[in-house]
């Protein structure tokens, strides 16, 4: 990965990347940050008492995004990351029990959960120069071409 030598307040030095990805314990703590999101809505799609077989039906759902790469980086990468934010299916909890649908509830936990998992496992937000480049770094083919 290309970066840059800074020296941080003070004084010591500190590698800092160019491609814009977290990186060391920022890193850390956003991964992190989506196993913890991936063990709560596993923990309250339990309390649901909800289909585990659709859980495992639409867990990966979410990776059919990935099918606007087709149409090229900038549109696979809008399409991507409009399903793998956490926005949607946040907004959708509160208003699946605002219109008294609490059956929605299990499709929204589904979602939060494979997010979670993904940026646990790295795979981040995608820049639109390519599905390597993410918010969490660079992964696959990407990733390598960097080494």
Same mark, same amino acid.
Do not use: C
């Given at each position: 990965?290309?970066?840059?030598?800074?020296?941080?307040? !003070? +004084?010591?030095?500190?590698?800092?990347?160019?491609?814009? =990805?977290?990186?060391? %314990?920022?890193?850390? $703590?956003l991964r992190l940050e989506g196993f913890s999101a991936f063990m709560l809505a596993i923990f309250l799609y339990g309390h649901q008492h909800a289909s585990w077989i659709l859980f495992a039906i639409l867990f990966?759902?979410?990776?059919?995004?990935?099918?606007?790469?087709? !149409? +090229?980086?900038?549109?696979?990468?809008?399409?991507?990351? =409009?399903?793998?934010? %956490?926005?949607?299916? $946040?907004?959708?909890?509160?208003?699946a029990l605002l219109v008294h649908h609490p059956d929605v509830l299990p499709y929204a936990l589904i979602w939060i959960a494979h997010i979670g998992l993904d940026r646990a496992l790295g795979f981040g937000l995608k820049y639109s120069s390519g599905f390597g480049h993410t918010h969490l770094g660079f992964i696959g083919k990407q990733k390598m071409e960097r080494i």
């Open positions: 990965m290309t970066a840059i030598d800074t020296k941080t307040d !003070a +004084g010591h030095p500190m590698t800092q990347p160019i491609a814009g =990805a977290a990186t060391g %314990y920022v890193q850390v $703590l990966l759902a979410p990776d059919l995004s990935m099918l606007g790469y087709l !149409a +090229g980086p900038r549109v696979g990468a809008a399409a991507y990351n =409009a399903v793998h934010s %956490y926005i949607l299916p $946040l907004l959708l909890v509160p208003l």
